[in-house]
């Protein structure tokens, strides 16, 4: 492990991470609000601990080989450095008292998991607004694929670093070159961005308002600049706008580079999607059913609230227009099901992802049809290509793997006096990268009645369900150190 | 398929079912209670069916072989058919109004579940709560593995019925020939359903209860003669005497065979009673730290109730010494996912059991290992030996398609009206075999105000979760019909 090197591109993290901090202070400039020594201060601790550590590093060549022990552990430090250096503007905020929790808000965005410890979210600064969203959308389509666009050097031998932060089941490359990849996935991921803060505009949200929400949407991340979240604005066309692009965030980011390279059909072709899609029309009917008569009178209200919880929770978003904990228990399951799930490989939302549970439906088909035919020999094919045996073992490790750390932390947080609907959800949710839970962190509650130590595991939490659990498990694991 | 031979197996079950019903026949004449007449009528209809299905099916010689398709449609109908006239006792006594009723009650019975509808035990004719205790006995070791060991002629081509309805994950016959071993298995289980008889009587049991709470502990079904369950007798000696005897029906029935044959270090030899015994120490320790201070103030206390309730949960048999839907949060959710875990295969308890559980784990973690060591070839071993792909597979399909039962059939309760803590109690209860389940189906309650639709559900569960998932879901595979 050559932990110089980890340590100089820690740095450099930091270093953009310190630059990032300059547009809430712009923002914090404009507005004239009582943020700017808070953002100043955050700037320059993490540009002199970025710095320090490019310095300390002696980084005289690049070194173009890294190897996937190094690459995960780089990103595993980086993430949690990040979310480090991040909680700075919160900490320094009068809204924040204890690090843990602006580090439990730090992570919570930069994850895009979307949970939060503050109770009068309107009462805060514009700018630390601001930057509550701005990271969520500087996590979306991930750090270390930033970095890689931004600085083509780190590409080189950047592919293990892209590897441990985008784990994505079948990964695609869009081009030979790895640094141009990331440039298409984040030159997607901001026109997107833009075009949503354009419909928020024409809704008739104000500029700050409408850039805080796509900030928050395309990575399916949930933070709002509201206390009801969405439901503050009240309005079916933001809630459709909004259930469009949270739909579009959930879809793997190179079919949308695909579509605009004139594949029209694209996101029907393709597995994943078309489940992604079926399945999320499934659970909104199916949710409407329930909810029309019971909470909703007619069938469009019940149709428009139904599909946006539905939506939010299955992209991983986590925008709240209705407060899921009083409907009938079948909604309330389907929620807590839609957690599992997820979106696309290869968008910007967490969950076990559809692509996994689609391979895991054929293995399962796979294994009734072998005991009808037992001398068959069957392979499970997903877009007409053959899953390779290493594949759909490691697919179902994941799954299994998600399972057990669901069932570790909520045990946890059962040690740490949480009741069990509380635990489920919160686990769930911040595995997922969700954001609200159930019990008493659902979507009219928030986190921060909770314990400082259950506030630091829901934090690794998140963390594991960003980096989909093999980056930072892997390095818990003894053998990974041994020799 | 050759359904003569079917039907013909399914009436000399029948046959044999009626004439078990003889039992409780002669215990209604000694008591002089009023089930003389139900048991006389549900006797006659259940002979006179068998005799019928096996007139009619002329089985003029004894066909040998029968395939492993004819072996699962077997086991899976004759499961169903000796649900359906095991219900007739129930049907015919004025505790039960509606079939609905008296199948649960039946189908809870002989899958040794122990999930009730009665709402006043005690108010019932003593007959039919011996009937009610003997079908959990009958049911527990196995009814075709009963029918194989008294009618040795079933056995020569009956490995196919035995493999159907004992589906364990690692198979070992005790003998070469399958009569024989079937003989051994039920001998062990007289002999300590015989031995928990006396102990019980040494501890003040009346015969009656002695006989009928033995009847079901040893097949970890957990029906009881009283209302209140074992918290009825308040006794230290009876809660340790049925920890001991559930923990013994919680092990693989070999393994008691080898241990008589003088393989004393058997239990901690064998890697899954190891863990079964190990986990349910931990369990209980785990939840003795919970209660003690919260909700027992001794040590004593907290270690006697968490133990009881720990072992009856783990070893799927349902008995309740306390209600632990008053237990804390972390208690609560202890005994929620040990209802997942089980027993040992080869055991006549449920759920997942502990020999997948140990399979899965080390398939995660050679997946971990794997990823530190990509060009290592590993195998997966318990009791050093060498689990093969297939098995695997096997395993790893058997518990996702436990979890996709268990969301599913959740949901199905969802639909009905349930409360989703309700729901996943009663699936994960009825699927495991095990009996009390969660919220409004909690160990102080009973199942009776369950919808009519819920109570068929929750029937098919028993048995899907009593014949291990594949014999009962290969039959709604479409492809298992073709051709």
Redesign the interface.
Known sequence: MRWWFIAGVIGILLILLGLAMAVPLLVSLYYHDPAQETFLKSLGISMAAGLTLVILSKRKKRDDYIN??EGMTTVALAWTAIGLFGALPFYFSPEFITFTDAFFESVSGFTTTGSSVMTDIEAAAPSLLFWRSFIQWLGGMGIIVLSIAILPFLGVGGIQLYKAEVPSPVPDKLTPRLSDSAKILWVVYAVLTLLLIIFLLGGGMSLFEAACHAFTTMPTGGFSTRNASIAHFNSAFFDYTLIVFMVLAGINFTLHFQLLRGKTMIFWEDAECRFFLLFTLAMTLFMTW?LHGSVYQTFSEAFRFASFQVVSILTTTGFATADYETF???????L??CMFVGASAGSTGGGIKCSRIIV?CK??Y????K????RSISHVKVNAMVISNDVL??I??F???Y??VF?LA??M???M???????FGAVASCLGNIGPGFGSVGPAENFAHLPAAAKWLLSFCMLLGRLEL?TL??LI?P??WRK
């Not at 796979?366 to 049809?369: G, M, P, Q, T």
């Open positions: 996937q022990k329930d009938p228990g079948l909604s309330r399951m389907i807590f099901f895991c293995y399962v796979r294994e009734l049809f005991i009808i035919h037992p073992r490691s179902m490790a799954i299994t793997l399972m057990a069932v909520s045990l947080l059962g040690v006096g949480l009741d069990m609907m509380t635990a093999y498990i892997i694991v053998e990974f």
